[in-house]
């Protein structure tokens, strides 16, 4: 979507993705990544997701982005945390011990402000994009974490019923992006509860991706 279709929805708390508490199947599935006590995970268009809290509670380092600088104030917000506030190239880095978010354009962000990842979780970075861009959105983040190993979770349905975000991403969409660079294992297929919107049958796919 157009950056100022995201913008609008924060200023407008238009934000209805947002989950009020950590996602399921992250904590089921993060020890798939294998992270040592201390690892830091990019979490890429982040929002102010309590997914951040609960990886923070259990000792890993969190860098984030996120293209809505009211999101990334009402997170720190939330986390009871002053940040220190720094520009970082056209993007503004909010830090604190354990925790990076850069306000921006993720197109922006290079290896060298994003610093080491050890792993990406990416459940709302994918699905919020259309088709045209994930090509482009797929390939950097490959190179900002230099192919670090993902969990990615996304919705699959008939888009024709309706309209996204989140945009419905199906198996063969996430090998199309991600073979070349990874090993792609789906790890659990889940019914969406109620449907998407209400409107829909919808799947949930975790899939972990890893350096062959």
Not at 42 to 61: A, E, H, N, S, Y
Not at 153 to 158: G, L, T
Request: hydrophobic share 45%; aromatic share 10%.
């Amino acid at each position: 979507m157009e950056p100022d279709f995201w913008r609008s929805r924060w200023e407008n708390n238009q934000i209805g993705f947002h989950e009020g508490k950590p996602n399921a199947l992250l904590v089921k599935h993060v020890a798939r990544l294998c992270l040592a006590p201390g690892a830091r995970v990019f979490v890429p268009l982040c929002g102010k997701t309590r997914d951040i809290f609960w990886l923070l509670g259990q000792g890993f380092q969190v860098a984030g982005a996120e293209l809505s600088r009211i999101a990334v104030e009402q997170l720190f917000a939330e986390l009871d945390i002053a940040p220190a506030i720094t520009p970082a190239g056209s993007l503004t880095r909010f830090s604190a011990p354990g925790i990076d978010i850069f306000a921006g354009d993720i197109f922006d962000l290079s290896p060298q402000l994003l610093g080491p990842v050890d792993a990406v979780y990416d459940r709302a970075a994918l699905v919020a994009l259309p088709g045209h861009m994930r090509a482009r959105y797929g390939a950097h983040l490959v190179a900002i974490t230099g192919a670090a190993p993902q969990l990615l979770i996304c919705f699959d349905y008939d888009q024709s019923q309706v309209e996204g975000p989140p945009f419905a991403i199906s198996p063969g969409d996430t090998h199309a992006l991600y073979d070349a660079a990874y090993g792609v294992s789906l790890l659990e297929s889940v019914p969406v509860e109620g449907g998407l919107r209400g409107r829909c049958a919808a799947t949930e796919h975790v899939w972990l991706l890893a350096r062959p």
